[in-house]
């Protein structure tokens, strides 16, 4: 009877650990859920619209200018996309920008000049390595459960990342 227990407890464990170790795709971890990319995606994108607005208005430079224009008509596109999806989807696109962006934007707001083309080049750095890295986990396998969110994320990686690199251009000029 000895025997039976002993085997039926290494039985039990070996079944046990190698039931655990299995590869079940249905149990990938998700890096973040739908409506918070939603949100985070659109207050990203909103600010590089009124930013890109800004700089229109107020940029000295005219790279600052056109990098500005750029970002209105880009992003602008983008945010009208967004919110298609996500009202077919049943998630809602906010209306205000996040702390982050808020700060971001307060920051460039009172300045003028070549102080707003120096502090705009460093932060369209700095706000399109976010996205880029935002796009990119929603984009991802693990990213968003909802197809439709992770194929728009995929789509718009590419130009986000086109504007990566146009932003540390524009960042190089300005700010030697």
């Known amino acids: 009877m000895k025997k039976y227990l002993i085997f039926a407890f290494v039985y039990l464990t070996i079944s046990h650990f190698v039931l655990s170790c299995s590869d079940d795709d249905d149990t990938n971890p998700v890096m973040m859920d ?11 994108n909103q600010f590089e619209i009124m930013a890109g607005a800004q700089a229109v208005e107020k940029g000295s430079a005219e790279a600052v200018r056109s990098y500005g224009e750029h970002m209105v008509n880009d992003h602008g596109k983008a945010g009208e996309e967004l919110k ?31 102080a707003f ?3 705009f080049a460093q932060i369209m750095v700095k706000s399109h390595e976010e996205a880029v ?4 986990e929603a984009a991802s396998q693990s990213g968003v459960p909802n197809s439709a969110l992770r194929t728009w994320a995929n789509e718009k990686l590419p130009t986000l990342e086109a504007h990566l690199e146009d932003a540390k251009a524009l960042n190089t000029q300005i700010n030697p």
């Open 34 to 44: 739908n409506q918070t990319f939603v949100s985070t995606a659109a207050s990203s």
């Open 133 to 136: 890295l935002l796009f990119s």
């Open 117 to 119: 083309d120096k502090a």
């Open 84 to 114: 298609a999806i996500a009202e077919t989807q049943g998630f809602t696109v906010p209306m205000e920008l996040a702390a982050k962006e808020k700060a971001n934007l307060d920051q460039l707001t009172p300045l003028t000049g070549e």
